[in-house]
Nanobody
């Protein structure tokens, strides 16, 4: 089970740190991803990190502003979001791909999903 938290209301230019806590299984051997879904839109890729943090990949829209990280000892994954923009408003989901250790930008390769946390950026 994945539990995302840390969302909230923030002004444009502000920062938030999302956390994803895994319970019931260790995620240390798996690639992890963050996705987001804005109202009325499809779920989009945001960031992904491989099992040992050696490789990270970001959507162009967040590159340079967001940073994905993980702490395998704590079974946690994080998404630091800086310089937030109103277009970043969405429900953010963390996901785990139990079939692979590497990064992946496609939602279809992730087997487990958290319930989502809402991020609202006001202008």
């Amino acid at each position: 089970q994945l539990q995302a938290s840390g969302g909230g209301l923030v002004q444009a230019g502000g920062s938030l740190r999302l956390s994803c806590a895994a319970s019931g299984r260790t995620i240390s051997s798996y690639g992890m991803g963050w996705f987001r879904q804005a109202p009325g839109k499809e779920r989009d890729f945001v960031a992904t990190i491989n099992w040992n943090s050696d490789d990270k990949y970001y959507a162009d829209s967040v590159k340079g502003r967001f940073t994905v990280s993980r702490d395998n000892a704590k079974n946690m994954v994080y998404l630091q979001m800086n310089s937030l923009k109103p277009e970043d408003t969405a429900v953010y989901y963390c996901a785990c791909r139990t079939t692979g250790r590497q990064v992946a930008g496609s939602a279809s390769v992730y087997q487990y999903w958290g319930q989502g946390t809402l991020v609202t950026v006001s202008s």
